[in-house]
Every structure is written in C-alpha cells, then in structure tokens.
C-alpha cells in the first residue's frame, strides 16, 4: 500500500503568516453552520462561505507546513497516539493519524535536553527563527516527554475542499436566478439545496476518510503506546517529508510519514532492546540508510524481476536464472 500524501510544504519566505492564517481559520468556523444550515435559503451567503472554506483547505494543504529540509528518518518509542476521533470542532477534518515520538536515546527529555541532544536533536530545533513549542504530553498524566510529531495522514480536508469546489457553482448558479421572480426563486431553492447537499456529503465523506499507519505498512497492525509505567510501547524508524508545522501551536514534525517499520518494544531503557546501543548517529543511520534502500528505484525494480517473485522456491521447482530452460517435473 502506499502513504496518503495530499499537502504539500512551502518554502518559509512564501508562507502567509500567522495573522492571515488566523483570519481564514476565523472565516471558516462561521461559514461551516451558514452552508448547512442556510446555504439553501441564501444562496449569496452560501458562495461567500464555500469560499472562505475553499481558502481554508488550500491553506490547511498548501501553505500551513513550511518546508524543513527534504526528506528524514527518525527513530524513537510511541509516547502518545492521537487518533482523528479525539479532535473537535474544525480539527475534526484534520483526519491525520498522530504518533509523538520520544527519539532515541533519550526517555523523557524536556524539549531544550531533546533539542540539544547530538543524536537527533537537530529535528526539534528551531529554523528560520520560527517559535517550536514542545509537544512533551503522553498517554499518562505526570508522564511528560518532548517528542516528534509525526503523522499518518488522512484526505479529510483534501475531501472537504473537493466538495466545495463542487457545490460552489451550483450556489453560484442559485445566486443568479434569485433575481428571477418566482420561477427563479423555485430554482434558486433547489441549486441552493444541491449545493448544500453536496457540501454535507463531502463533510460525512472527510470525517471518514483517516489516516491509517497501515496505508504506510501492511505488516504494522496496531501501534502501541507505553503503559502506566512507560514500557510496553513501539520503537519505530519512520521516514517523511520534515516540517514546521504553522497551526495550532507550532513544532517541527515529519508529515507525512512515507515509511515505518517497527523495530522493537520499549522496556523502560534503550539498552536491551533489539535497538541497543543507540546512543550515536551511526545507530541512527543504519536504521535510516536500510529504510532508504528499501524505498530506492534499483530495489524495487529487482523485487519486480521474475527470478523474486516466486511462490515455490526455485530448488523445488528446478527452475533457475541461468537462461537454461528447466528440467521436466517428475
């Protein structure tokens, strides 16, 4: 399977700024409750309201992730799971699948120990002087931990945007034959409707379209966090675009994840687990160099040939890659 991938990062010089993106945020909020409610009624508030949640999405996919530097790797424990049902009001449709990674070789770091740590510090320090908050909350209360935040991403807002884009004209349309009396009016109820309908069926369609870690890797199954005392979760290596995430409160994070593997189970200390020693850069990278040739064209065209997509092994079946054709099956 592959990583959903429906945002793009922008360059730091290009962003709009924080005050702009609080405007579109504010904007969209309002205009939600207008098109369901009375998208059908005014129909000139409706394409007021699509547009401001048109603007919204393209901001939310486009322009709210500043580029870090290209693509990295990470390895770390699963310190909490946010999944897209825990999320309110307009971050319902931010259907991305959340991981805050504690990264190796570090337990529960506060965010100035993880930044300065030589291993992996680099990925929560600040870049072009944006403010990084600590994302340091876990599953368990008085269990804090500054993490990397990675995500799984899901078409919530994606879906959002493409269903407005299509009820937009025919909102558009009801707006016009408004001014026609009577005959108008009938017609501008019913585009209205259409374009209300269609916005709702986009809404329920965006709920439900969630980032799944199995999208990424079949074989991941359910992730796992630590238990009351910090054991029991996930070490994973996960690789993806690496950015600066403007919302919410601000922090670095890899979005979205475009490989992940689990690697071990945390214990409470790095040393013991299948991950030890981790404690250098080199640890790091030779998670990270596999994850890369894994991924590389040259690998995955070799898995494609014919000689390594057997089903029975060639000493069984007497065949074998030497241009010689096989002996007869008795």
């Known amino acids: 399977?592959?990583?959903?991938?429906?945002?793009?990062?922008?360059?730091?010089d290009k962003h709009i700024g924080k005050v702009a993106a609080q405007a579109i945020i504010a904007a969209a909020v309002v205009a939600i409750p207008i098109i369901v409610f009375g998208g059908a009624i005014a129909p000139g508030l409706g394409v007021i309201a699509l547009t401001a949640i048109i603007a919204y999405c393209r901001w939310w996919l486009y322009d709210r992730l500043i580029c870090l530097?290209?693509?990295?790797?990470?390895?770390?424990?699963?310190?909490?799971i946010e999944p897209p049902s825990k999320k309110t009001l307009l971050d319902k449709f931010d259907t991305d699948l959340s991981v805050n990674l504690v990264l190796a070789p570090l337990i529960q770091p506060t965010l100035t120990q993880?930044?300065?740590?030589p291993?992996?510090?680099?990925?929560?320090?600040?870049?072009?002087?944006?403010?990084?908050?600590?994302?340091?909350d876990t599953n368990f209360?008085?269990?804090?931990a500054a993490s990397l935040h990675v995500e799984f991403e899901g078409g919530g807002v994606y879906d959002l945007m493409i269903a407005c884009l299509a009820a937009l004209p025919f909102a558009v349309a009801a707006t016009v034959v408004c001014a026609i009396p009577v005959v108008g009016w009938i017609a501008c109820a019913i585009l209205g409707a259409i374009a209300a309908l269609?916005?709702?069926?986009?809404?329920?369609?965006?709920?439900?379209?969630?980032?799944?870690?199995?999208?990424?890797?079949?074989?991941?199954?359910?992730?796992?966090?630590?238990?009351v005392f910090g054991r029991g979760a996930d070490i994973l290596v996960v690789k993806g675009r690496w950015v600066y995430d403007s919302a919410h409160e601000g922090w670095n994070e890899i979005h979205p994840i475009t490989h992940c593997q689990r690697i071990g189970e945390w214990s409470g200390s790095w040393w013991g687990t299948e991950f030890a020693p981790?404690?250098?850069?080199?640890?790091?990278?030779?998670?990270?160099?596999?994850?890369?040739?894994a991924g590389s064209d040259e690998t995955i065209h070799s898995q494609s040939q014919p000689v390594n997509t057997w089903t029975v092994h060639p000493v069984i079946d007497g065949c074998h890659d030497d241009g010689d054709p096989p002996p007869p099956i008795r």
């Open 1 to 12: 399977m592959t990583a959903k991938n429906y945002t793009s990062c922008i360059s730091h």
């Open 69 to 80: 530097g290209g693509d990295r790797c990470a390895v770390g424990w699963v310190g909490r």
């Open 114 to 117: 993880a930044q300065n740590d």
């Open 119 to 136: 291993v992996q510090g680099e990925l929560l320090k600040s870049k072009f002087g944006l403010e990084v908050t600590p994302v340091d």
């Open 141 to 144: 209360e008085n269990i804090k």
């Open 198 to 227: 269609i916005t709702v069926i986009g809404i329920i369609a965006a709920l439900l379209d969630t980032g799944d870690p199995n999208d990424v890797n079949p074989a991941l199954g359910e992730l796992h966090t630590n238990d």
């Open 278 to 293: 981790p404690h250098t850069r080199e640890a790091i990278d030779r998670w990270c160099e596999k994850v890369t040739e």
